[in-house]
């Protein structure tokens, strides 16, 4: 337990905690079979939540992936609003949704689709589309009982207009680009012909035709039948010579989507199978005894336990399920299986002897801070998420949560209470597998195998507590002693630097948002035609709305020049087409020119719109002219080279930013802005998080960490690991999303675990340098911090193979969350606590009061220098052991023949009489080295010398032995080790 050093330790609140669960564990080891079976229970209980799971889905793209009453959703309602649709004149333009459609793109197998071959396969394809119908009870529905009209006519694909206007005559045509005079009207082929080549304005050569088939807007049920079976009977028709075809309808992004939850199922069984098999292994002991498979089992357990009880409550509840929460499974097992690795780690560090309720109480009291600290500040991480404006990220943050809640609940009561009743199994030395008794000892003869499986309950005779596991003594040994030499930190430093300077830059290669193809499975017919859109249509961009708001006075000189002054505005942004502009206001203006008429009078312009309205039925949509006012009315421009993710970011900035520099009350329009509007919120909402996580992070740091010092270097962990998964995820192509803003949440928890139990070993530690510090904590929570780390990295690997982007995604970010906060959490934390270790400026006086316990134990003094007289409390406080009794390799009493030599201990209790033993050679005594610590065991074969009442003392010559006396406690003996000095390895 740590203690105040000069007020270098804030314990104030981590001491009173730990109290407290020492309490509970020892409540827990006195009644486990309750705490056993009521989590069982109770999983079972809640769990019954998953029955409602088909009515809790919630995976509509637009509710869950595009932020919360975002502009572009409060302009949706203004359009709605003033531009009511049009039935009758159906304008694909003017819709402010995606509309209803089906569409496939036929791309050319030759160097151009415009061939008169090419044609007929697409004419073909067309044919069999519009004669598709499917049967809906007694009512037979097809594409021209539903397709959109205008002038009663379905909307016709115009290049199949031309092409069969022209007939054989076509590929002779020279078609003109982007727009081709047909008849008495030009028609805008920007959409229908792509990856063009052009002379001048004439057609060369072109790759691919797209065709659109729109459907009716108010019977969604209906259409969608349809739709669906467009989906069914297409594929069929893609054997071709002369084209390949992808296809497309309004509802196979979403179909597609909800369709992705069928990928985690299998991959979550499998890993869990990982799971179990890791921590099995991870804690297998070739003792058939301390063996920790149940252990092991059991923690995997208690986290599946912890799932089934957050979500069935959830369900319960009626929380939306996302498609996100689906990740959620993977972390809660990482997280799970870390605790457990904790709490097996410090219950290996108890005496094996003592009560297992005891045992359990000093388990809780040395491993519970560290589990409650990591648990409160991934919950706290997950619940500042909710502040997010996405309702998928507010799902996910919400479930992983009470998640985690529950999975640390199950640790401290679930899984205590298998560790008690494992342990009473131990403590009657019981096979782990038969529950047969087996002797400690292997009988003379037999085989080494028999030894391994029949032969078991070893333990450490100088400590008590289990066998040190290999992995313990490398960081020990090898890696803590390698880690603190002065060229390694130099190198770490380098390194670290070499880090940042990576990362920084990665920072800055970020790419914002998610692109919606990725929302598909890769291997769906969605993403094949996404990406030839994006191949051959990617020219010309949406066609944008720029909506006048509210009653404008059109007639007057001085608005309308501020109005064109504006428009010249946004025909001059970069990715805007200047002769591309349609205007109804334009058109009246050419309109009154050539009828005469003074548009500059309100009542003649108000008098004449009607009329003129009448005749252009297209711009009867574009104006809400009622009780003789004009209350709202919209023209279009268009955009170009509109392609990737920061080309859709900059043209949503720059065409709001013009519109609010307008004079004029102006807002931009399109469907694709709801999905858009994610690049508006989704950087500053992320800095957010990740500012007030941190925050409160350090606060608890604070509160927790003895130590105001690592407190702050747990709060630069987050910073430093935060800059690290920002960067190379960049570097590793994933853009930040709402599901990559979900892991950088995740991160600050994670960050916060690593460094958390390094810094809280490290300060707990009471050796006397900063490098023995650090040695000694990676020695104690090294293995189980590597061994969590990679759990994790199991419980999420499977996700890799994923066929979804959002659950690659996860594992990437996972990843790297985990094995750069591993990196610092067993690399850069320690060597950097050895150069800001504060606390170790206080070793040359804690040095010299330990010099004076030791010179008034033995009698002796330095030199003519009088050393203060130590109080009998801190003479206990630095004892080595605490109720270990070491017994003599014989039980029977000294020699009758009177010893030659007694020696005078100091420091005695009442189990011996007279301050006076007399020791038999065949009983060990020790020495301790006061640089390395290490331990000398003597016995009757050394002829070691040693001090007996400050005089020279020599065995084995001589007989040392006390009167019927034969064994002694280490509360005789002083020591100038601390209670926690590692004396079993030595």
Known sequence: MPVNMAGCKTDCVERPISIGFQKFGRFVGTNPWWFFTCPLIISAVLGSGFYFLEDRESNDIEEQFTPVNGPAKLERQFVQQNFPLNDSVFSNQRLYTDGVYASFIAAATSSSILSDAAFKEIISLDKKVRALNVSVGSEVLTFDGLCARKYKKCIPNKILDVYNFYGDRFEKTQLTFPFFRFGFTHVFLGYSVGGVSVNSTVLKSAKAIRLFYFLKEDNRSMTNVWLNEFLKVFPSNLSSNFIKVTYSTSLSRQVEFEANTKDVIPLFSITYVIAIAFSILSCLRFDCVRNKVWVATFGVLSAGLAVLSSFGMMLHIGVPFVMTVANSPFLILGIGVDDMFILISCWQQTNVHDRVENRLADTYKEAAISITITTLTDVLAFYIGLMTPFRSVQSFCLYTSTSILFCYIYSITFFGAFLVLN??????????????????????????????????????????????????????????????KSGTKVLVILFYMLYLTVSV????????????????????YVVRYYDDEKAYFSEYGPNIMVIVRGEFSYWDEKNMLDLESCVEDFKNLSFIEKDIFTSWIKSYKYYGYHTNLNLSAEHVFKDNLRTFLRFYSDFRQDVNFTNNSIHASRFFIQTVNISTALDEMNMLNK??????????????????????????????NTIQNIAVTTAVMLLISLLLIPNPLCSLWVTFSIASVIVGVTGFMALWDVNLDTISMIILVVCIGFSVDFSAHISYAFVSSKKLSANEKAVEALFSLGYPILQG??????????LSASKNYIFRTFFKIMFLVIFIGLFHGITFIPVFLTFFDMCSGMSVKINKDRQGVEDQATGNSHGNNIQPKTKESDLKEKQIYYNHTFLSEINEPCHPKPCPSIWSLTGMNQNIQNSQMCMISTLPMFTVDSQTYAVHMYTHHDTAVFAVNGQPKSGPDDQNCVGNVNH???????????????????
């Open 789 to 798: 780390a990679v759990s994790t990295i199991l419980g999420v690997v499977v």
């Open 655 to 684: 065409l709001r930013d013009t519109a609010q520099r307008c004079p004029v009350p102006l807002l931009v329009y399109h469907p694709a802005f709801i999905y858009h509007d994610q690049y508006a919120v989704i950087v500053s």
């Open 505 to 524: 830059y990665g920072c800055f290669q970020i790419k914002e948002g998610i692109d919606l193809r990725n929302l598909a499975a890769d291997d769906s």
């Open 968 to 986: 002694f406690t280490a509360n005789s003996i002083p020591s100038v080790l601390s209670p926690y000095s590692d004396v079993a390895g030595s």
């Open 423 to 484: 342990g009473r199994r131990e403590n009657r030395n019981q096979h782990w597998l038969t529950c047969k008794e087996v002797p400690e000892e292997c009988p003379i003869g037999q085989s080494k195998w028999y030894e391994l499986c029949c032969i078991g309950g070893a333990y450490d005779l100088h400590t008590g507590t289990e066998e040190v596991q290999p992995m313990n003594h490398f960081f020990k040994k090898y890696y803590g002693p390698f880690l603190t």
